[in-house]
């Protein structure tokens, strides 16, 4: 479904549960952001915030699963900013979206500390791929900052023992490592696995702001079923299916 001058898209996600408005051709939100929500285990009178927060499908996806939340949602661009406060808005969803660069974070989110922090950054780096000529993609997609830029953000915005959750792809899994060094620990890692059998192209990673436990390795979370794709198929494993189809947390044990 386009709007009237065919810009945006209205999508479902959770089982269409949530309706979410996104550009039709700039950065379109799809199974990451709603992964990342489900990781976050937080509880009514959390204060949450999100860096880079796009139209708003990891928070708004996090509001519709628990409420009484203090969600916050940083957004450099301000057409993403504009859409996500539309979106909360749309589904009822309480969601602040505050307009600015996490490299000079503004006063207001200075001011405050978050029990949670979350973020799906741009996955690749300046000169690692052919950049879109859309502007809202290729910033989405191509990091100028470099993760430790993101972690170290969020970690300054976090209350000690407040928990930083983020998806990346698995080779930044070293950079995300030494970004916590030293600050950070309790640290699991989940890697994603499209299918059993393959390689893990993504990991979630959670770390609390001060702790000083051990590093946990976790057993792979296996997206689809069987191993290989039948054209036309649903092919989503259970777990996976839960949460992309009816809002379920992650499991993290």
Request: with cysteine; hydrophobic share 40%.
């Amino acid at each position: 479904m386009t709007d009237r001058d065919g810009a945006t898209t209205l999508d479902g996600f959770l089982g269409g549960r949530l309706q979410v408005r996104q550009p039709q051709d700039g950065y379109r939100a799809a199974t990451d952001p709603v992964f990342l929500a489900a990781s976050v285990i937080a509880k009514a009178g959390d204060r949450v915030l999100e860096l880079g927060c796009g139209v708003g499908v990891a928070s708004l996806c996090l509001g519709a699963r628990q409420s009484g939340l203090m969600q916050i949602g940083l957004e450099l661009q301000p057409d993403y900013a504009a859409l996500a406060r539309e979106n909360a808005a749309q589904n009822n969803i309480s969601f602040h979206v505050v307009e600015g660069d996490l490299t000079q974070m503004p006063m207001v989110l200075k001011e405050q500390a978050f029990d949670h922090v979350i973020a799906n950054p741009p996955f690749f780096t300046q000169g690692s791929v052919s950049q879109p000529v859309d502007d809202g993609k290729r910033l989405a997609h191509v990091d100028g900052t470099g993760t430790s830029v993101w972690i170290d953000a969020g970690l300054r915005r976090l209350r000690a023992g407040g928990v930083f959750t983020m998806i990346h792809l698995s080779d930044h899994l070293g950079e995300i490592l030494t970004g916590f060094s030293g600050r950070a620990g309790d640290i699991q890692v989940l890697p994603i696995a499209a299918r059993s059998g393959k390689p893990a192209k993504r990991v979630l990673v959670r770390a609390r702001k001060g702790a000083r436990g051990a590093l946990q390795l976790l057993a792979p979370f296996v997206v689809h079923s069987g191993s290989e794709h039948v054209q036309g198929s649903p092919d989503f494993a259970p777990d996976a299916e839960s949460i992309l189809r009816h809002g379920a947390a992650l499991n993290w044990a």
